[in-house]
């Protein structure tokens, strides 16, 4: 497989692949599977489910997997970036474009596509439900030591919930914690061994994903320091670590340091961020590169978005040989079943802390109907976030206030 065809590939799906994660699975298996029969439907479907098991963005990992089995790490290391580049140079103009002294009308379609995002958080986590409440409840009704799947499955969703309207940045705690809550519910107690919860009783051995628990006590040792480079780079590590579940679960974790603690950007700047990932070619996970750009300018965009892909592509290159043991190892199924649902609840949540960012009384109309076109009538993220933009450049053309 010459370079060059990966590189032609790659690049033309990161030019088309609006949409998200779905359209970007599309595109590869029509080119890697469909049209050049490069890859088997099974080992496809593997990378699939290999991908959807490690923390980053799914898709950015699928497209560097499948590289990888056409060139080994060389084609890996091409693939994964011509398929992002077109999608970050784009969100990076558009940065300088808002963030910048934009003329009003601008400054209107901001406000408007920043109205529907919350909409958008809720239509993201309502797609996900149907595949987590399966996954929790197969085969496991009356098997577990502590209350049932449902009801856990149901504690772990509102824990999230919360968690996503108010944790911010501990966000990641409950994550881990329901996940962990889990392992220790489907863990079939050893005969004569007290049952999990009861005195005497010991943590399951093992604990998948228990490599981020290390990053859960930086914040409050000060690592990240008063902000800065290290404060974005900390920030943008964080993103690419911990977007389980699709790109909108470290939307709260990001507001809280863009706006809370490092003040970076406003709740409306945020809000256009969050518009901007979604509207433009790539994973959402690029919205971090417009925090970066708010923080420092052009450098700053690009290295928060080196930082936050750099893991997606050490965890594929290094560990695409062993993901037949990751897909089997129960602990790390067992550890998703009860994360799932929680990141589903994060997303959720999210919609608090975003529909809070509202100035005005008109954007709250715009989210209104951006929740009736994406819940009810079922139609596609993109053009509800241009038809808000374009009622956004409508609403300061008459006259209405546009900026915080």
């Known amino acids: 497989m010459p370079l060059s065809t990966i590189a032609a590939q790659w690049t033309r799906i990161g030019c088309v692949g609006f949409g998200g994660p779905p359209a970007h699975i599309s595109l590869l298996r029509r080119l890697c599977v469909t049209e050049r029969r490069w890859l088997s ?79 958008v958080a809720v239509h993201a986590a309502a797609g996900l439900v149907p595949g987590s409440w399966r996954r929790a409840t197969t085969g496991a009704t009356g098997h577990s030591p502590l209350f049932g799947a449902r009801n856990r499955w149901l504690a772990y969703l509102v824990a999230g919930l919360a968690a996503g309207a108010a944790a911010g940045p501990y966000l990641v705690l409950v994550l881990v914690g329901c996940g962990l809550l889990e392992v220790a519910a489907r863990r079939p107690p050893r005969p004569g061994a ?159 802390p975003l529909a809070g960012g509202l100035a005005h009384r008109w954007q709250v109309a715009v989210l209104i109907g951006a929740a009736i076109w994406l819940l009810l009538l079922r139609r596609n993220v993109v053009p509800a976030l241009l038809l808000a933009g374009a009622l956004g450049t409508a609403a300061a053309v008459i006259g209405l206030p546009v900026t915080a």
């Not at 093992?206 to 990053?215: E, I, M, T």
């Open 194 to 352: 007290p049952r999990p919860g009861t005195p005497g009783s010991r943590a399951p051995a093992g604990r998948p994903a228990v490599s981020v628990l290390p990053l859960l006590a930086a914040p409050a040792a000060g690592i990240a320091g008063a902000g800065g480079l290290g404060g974005l780079a900390w920030v943008a590590l964080k993103v690419g670590l911990l977007s389980y579940g699709g790109g909108f679960v470290i939307i709260p974790l990001m507001q809280a340091d863009a706006v809370s603690r490092y003040h970076w950007m406003s709740d409306g700047q945020f809000l256009n961020a969050v518009a901007l990932g979604q509207v433009t070619p790539g994973p959402v996970v690029q919205t971090v590169a417009v925090v970066g750009y708010a923080a420092a300018g052009l450098g700053g965009g690009l290295l928060a978005a080196f930082v936050a892909f750099v893991p997606s592509f050490v965890l594929v290159l290094f560990g695409a040989q062993r993901f037949d043991r990751l897909r089997a190892e129960p602990r790390v199924q067992t550890f998703l079943t009860g994360a799932g649902p929680a990141v589903i609840g994060a997303i959720g949540g999210s919609a608090v």
């Open 41 to 119: 439907d099974t080992e496809f479907e593997d990378g699939i489910a290999a991908t959807n098991l490690l923390p980053g963005p799914a898709s950015t990992q699928l497209a560097i997997f499948c590289a990888w089995r056409l060139r080994g790490t060389v084609g890996g290391l091409l693939g994964g970036t011509c398929f992002i580049l077109p999608g970050l140079a784009l969100i990076l103009a558009l940065a300088a474009l808002f963030l910048g002294s934009p003329p009003t009308w601008v400054q209107g379609a901001a406000a408007g596509a920043g109205s529907a995002v919350a909409a």
